[in-house]
């Protein structure tokens, strides 16, 4: 699954360290993983964590199960996927935090209602 | 950038049309497809294999190479090919490349074709996704075309109001030009209440926002527009030819706009038309929230405007019934059908005096880039 690009961001979420690519010259963040900049074209670039914090965009409920479309609050050119768990609809807009999901061999996101920085349990 | 336009416009036309039958199983290969579209196309133009001189098609790896089809029909001379990587985002440019050939002259007579056994032999959506951006889908159950519409489909319609009626009335629109259609494979009329009460494929999609699953081929022949004017039909001139643009869906500010927005200028500007000129549109619909973007995106109404655009009906869209009803050719039927209203020979769908027609490709959902066309009457 994961690519020469993109091994060492799933390597961060099976430690649940959720960060994404920061351009070294411009500070710009991108994601999904890739060498180059698409603003400065610069190939220098650092890992730096974010906020695991992002909007819901979209949804759909698929086969029974609801997988959402997030944008993230860091970064409004990022885009991400993730299961969706709780009894409810999503809401548009509304803010969601990463949950980290452990696999076997995986670890994947589920994207989880609030910010829990604000009832003081950290990210997990 | 202004870009000089070199000697392009209309240049070049589509001097012939050739189907095979649609089907859900034909029976046989996509190598027997694709050699009876071209002849059928040859046939229609009034030339013969002896005329081609290029073959182009676009392929998944589900079917037959020109450099398979030319030897099977035992072309003489077979001077240029293109065996262009891709889906339905690519699907016009084909045609667009094959009159890039023609208008500089590396080549006199192509034939354009897409042959599939979509139902029968290669599904769409089960081959592997080589992007390398599904590996952050995939592992929630994301993965199809229909899925990835229907989230961009709920985008739209948080964002701009749009609605499942909107959805559902074109739906119905183009089942009712395909109960027109001798070749299309769906001729039973629906209703919107038929539509409301289709089930979820994945929500907010039902079955009647998708496409069909076909067996079949489609062929054109493009040739100078000078030659075409001695052939046996109305030559149908290719005014302009646009592909590329787009943003991938994973970085992109806004997933209500598609590459067809970047697009749409160049088009236009290339024919020295505008949206006000087209009479009929023919646009890819493998989902029917594609045709609603793309109303938008190639300037027919306002950003947001689509849904209750569509619904009204005022522009004819996918005559011939579209993916949704006619059948999925992957593209190329959608240009055929353009083609058959200029010509003025769409019999009782025609849309009376069409001139000028637009025909599109998948607007960048899936891959982040489209193609489409501008065709008029000589
Ligand atoms: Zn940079």
Same mark, same amino acid.
């Not at chain 2, 001798?182 to 999609?205: C, K, V």
């Not at chain 2, 991938?248 to 200028?265: F, R, Y």
């Given at each position: 699954m994961a690519d020469r690009d993109s091994a060492q961001w799933w390597e961060a979420l099976r430690r649940h360290e959720f960060v994404v690519q920061g351009c070294a010259d411009c500070g710009r963040l991108r994601f999904p993983s890739r060498a180059y900049c698409a603003g400065c074209r610069s190939r220098s670039w650092r890992w730096q964590a974010v906020e695991p914090l992002a909007r819901i965009e979209s949804w759909i409920v698929t086969r029974g199960h609801t997988v959402v479309m997030v944008r993230l609050e860091a970064a409004a050119d990022c885009v991400l996927y993730g299961h969706w768990r709780q009894p409810r609809a999503p809401r548009p807009g509304e803010q969601v935090h990463v949950a980290y999901e452990d696999a076997d061999d995986v670890t994947v996101i589920e994207w989880r209602p609030g910010n829990t920085l604000a009832g003081g349990r950290g990210w997990n | 950038?202004?870009? %000089?336009?070199?000697?392009?416009?209309?240049?070049?036309?589509?001097?012939?049309?050739?189907?095979?039958?649609?089907?859900?199983?034909?029976?046989?290969?996509?190598?027997?497809?694709? @050699? *009876?579209?071209?002849?059928?196309?040859? !046939?229609?133009?009034?030339?013969?294999?002896?005329?081609?001189?290029?073959? !182009?098609?676009?392929r998944v790896g589900d079917s037959a190479a020109p450099s398979l089809v030319g030897p099977a029909l035992g072309l003489r001379a077979p001077a240029w090919y293109l065996d262009q990587f891709g889906g339905g985002s690519v699907s016009h440019s084909v045609l667009g490349q094959?009159?890039? !050939?023609?208008?500089?002259?590396?080549?006199?007579?192509?034939? @354009?074709?897409? &042959?599939?056994?979509?139902?029968? *032999?290669?599904?769409?959506?089960?081959?592997?996704?080589?992007?390398?951006? !599904?590996?952050?889908?995939?592992p929630y159950g994301y993965a199809a075309p229909v899925q990835m519409y229907a989230m961009y489909a709920r985008a739209h319609m948080l964002k701009y109001g749009t609605k499942a009626e909107h959805f559902g009335e074109l739906a119905v629109a183009q089942r009712a030009y395909a109960v027109k259609n001798?070749? &299309?494979?769906?001729?039973?009329?629906?209703?919107?209440?038929?539509?409301?009460?289709?089930?979820?494929?994945? *929500?907010?999609?039902r079955l009647f926002d998708c496409c069909l699953e076909t067996d079949g081929a489609c062929a054109l022949v493009v040739t100078t527009a000078e030659r075409a004017r001695d052939l046996r039909h109305?030559?149908?001139?290719?005014?302009?030819? &646009?592909?590329? /643009?787009? *943003?991938?869906?994973?970085?992109?500010?806004?997933?209500?706009?598609?590459?067809?927005?970047?697009?749409?200028? %160049?088009?236009?500007?290339?024919?020295?038309? /505008?949206p006000a000129d087209i009479d009929v549109a023919e646009l890819y619909d493998c989902f029917t929230y594609s045709v609603i973007v793309q109303l938008e995106d190639y300037g027919f109404c306002a950003k947001g405007d689509g849904g209750p655009f569509a619904a009204a009906g005022t522009l004819p869209v996918n005559t011939h019934g579209g993916f949704l009803s006619e059948g999925y050719v992957h593209g190329i039927n959608h240009i055929a059908e353009a083609v058959s209203q200029l010509r003025g020979t769409a019999a009782d769908r025609q849309v009376p005096g069409a001139q000028v027609a637009l025909s599109t490709a998948q607007p960048g959902y899936v891959l982040p880039a489209t193609s489409a066309l501008i065709l008029r009457r000589s």
């Open positions: - | 950038m202004t870009k %000089r336009l070199l000697g392009f416009r209309d240049r070049t036309a589509v001097a012939g049309v050739g189907y095979t039958a649609f089907s859900k199983n034909s029976g046989v290969s996509t190598l027997t497809l694709a @050699c *009876e579209a071209v002849l059928a196309a040859l !046939a229609d133009a009034g030339l013969t294999a002896d005329d081609v001189d290029g073959l !182009a098609t676009h094959a009159a890039l !050939a023609v208008a500089a002259g590396l080549a006199e007579t192509v034939v @354009c074709y897409r &042959a599939i056994n979509a139902r029968s *032999e290669f599904r769409m959506g089960q081959a592997p996704n080589p992007s390398p951006e !599904a590996q952050y889908q995939v001798p070749r &299309a494979m769906m001729r039973t009329p629906i209703t919107l209440d038929d539509y409301l009460a289709s089930r979820w494929i994945a *929500e907010p999609l109305p030559a149908v001139l290719i005014s302009a030819a &646009a592909w590329g /643009g787009g *943003e991938s869906p994973l970085s992109s500010t806004d997933v209500t706009t598609t590459a067809a927005a970047e697009l749409a200028p %160049r088009l236009y500007a290339q024919a020295g038309l /505008g």
